[in-house]
């Protein structure tokens, strides 16, 4: 078990989000758990989770950002092609305004979520590649704009780049590589994702790098008709 710290958990009701707040205060950390809007319906926050709100476009982050020993931001846009036409700049704006407020704090450990589909497109089931790829394309130049902007700060960071996300139960059981995920593998689940991005808040490995995470899953998780599936939904 690692020592205590206090974490501040960026997007916390997202699906990877809320693996990473469940984990972390599993493992014995202190949560501050930030969402743009709390659901009305959002559960209870539970003991060592505090829920806190803040727009990362819009808002001062200093307040959300003092007294806590890392940032672990989970954060993702919508899916939906409106939004993946005309994205927020979650990952611009978003990510110069996170860095300026941790800066600030001295605040130096941050771990977010990028993408393997940020350096490749080889990568999955032809559908997926001439379907989903196209379709992120604004995303994923955000992303590469985020991992510039990390470049060229002073934070201990780290970018992981999963590949496309699952949400199945954690194994602990993934591989992890430098940049891109092998070519033979397309999926991460969220949990498992969750699970190392804890791993590298916990142990300061992978610093200033962009580790690629991913599993093999079963044909019926990693086929063109799963792939459609989760697109359409």
């Known amino acids: 078990m690692a020592d205590p710290r206090t974490i501040l958990v960026l997007g916390a009701h997202g699906v990877t989000g809320q693996e990473v707040v469940t984990q972390a205060v599993a493992r014995g950390h202190r949560v501050r758990a930030a969402e743009m809007k709390w659901p009305d319906d959002a559960p209870p926050a539970g003991p060592n989770v505090e829920r806190v709100t803040a727009n990362v476009i819009e808002d001062d982050l200093g307040p959300i950002v003092e007294g806590v020993n890392a940032v672990i931001s989970g954060l993702g846009v919508p899916g939906d092609p409106a939004t993946l036409l005309d994205p927020p700049p979650l990952y611009t704006t978003g990510t110069r305004n996170l860095i300026d407020a941790m800066e600030a704090r001295g605040v130096s450990r941050l771990v977010t979520i990028s993408a393997s589909f940020v350096?490749?497109?080889?990568?999955?089931?032809?559908?997926?590649?001439?379907?989903?790829?196209?379709?992120?394309?604004?995303?994923?130049?955000?992303?590469?704009?985020m991992e510039e902007m990390l470049r060229l700060s002073g934070l201990d960071w780290t970018a992981v780049r999963p590949g496309w996300l699952l949400p199945e139960p954690l194994t602990g059981d993934y591989v992890v590589v430098p940049d891109v995920i092998p070519e033979d593998l397309i999926r991460t689940r969220h949990a498992d994702l969750a699970h190392f991005m804890l791993h590298c808040v916990e142990t300061g490995e992978w610093s200033r790098a962009t580790p690629a995470i991913a599993r093999p899953e079963a044909e019926d998780l990693s086929s063109s008709f799963e792939v459609v599936k989760e697109m359409l939904a």
Do not use: C, E, K
């Open 119 to 145: 350096v490749t497109h080889d990568r999955g089931p032809m559908l997926f590649r001439t379907t989903a790829i196209p379709a992120l394309t604004r995303v994923l130049d955000q992303m590469r704009d």
